[in-house]
Nanobody, 120 residues
Framework: VQLQASGGGLVQAGGSLRLSCAASGRTFSNYAMGWFRQAPGKEREFIAAVTWRGGSTSYADTVKGRFTISRDNARAMVYLQMNSLKPEDTAVYYC??????????????WGQGTQVTVSS
């Protein structure tokens, strides 16, 4: 599976961004999809995941209630709507795919990352 993330940018605290991830190469609907982030000097962390049909989602406690993951299997896309952004949300955001659904960071396929910067 090839993944291409986009939608990052610079936003003020309290603002919103919507990240997109386009998938190609294999049957998208077979895969769970996830979003992760990595801030400078920190390890990559799990943010959100959605099952292959979109029937179940998981979120890190740090983003619960602010971020929403969704997917469109017909378009082979997954999205991360980020609201009420905080400076501590600043990181490179990655989308990932795996046949197994989990909240770990050990997923099989990764996109290239998109930078999100939240100014105070």
């Amino acid at each position: 599976v090839q993944l291409q993330a986009s939608g990052g940018g610079l936003v003020q605290a309290g603002g919103s961004l919507r990240l997109s991830c386009a998938a190609s190469g294999r049957t998208f609907s077979n895969y769970a999809m996830g979003w992760f982030r990595q801030a400078p000097g920190k390890e990559r962390e799990f943010i959100a995941a959605v099952t292959w049909r979109g029937g179940s989602t998981s979120y890190a406690d740090t983003v619960k209630g602010r971020f929403t993951i969704s997917r469109d299997n017909a378009r082979a896309m997954v999205y991360l709507q980020m609201n009420s952004l905080k400076p501590e949300d600043t990181a490179v955001y990655y989308c990932a795919a795996d046949l197994d659904y989990s909240t770990s960071v050990y997923w099989d396929y990764w996109g290239q990352g998109t930078q999100v910067t939240v100014s105070s």
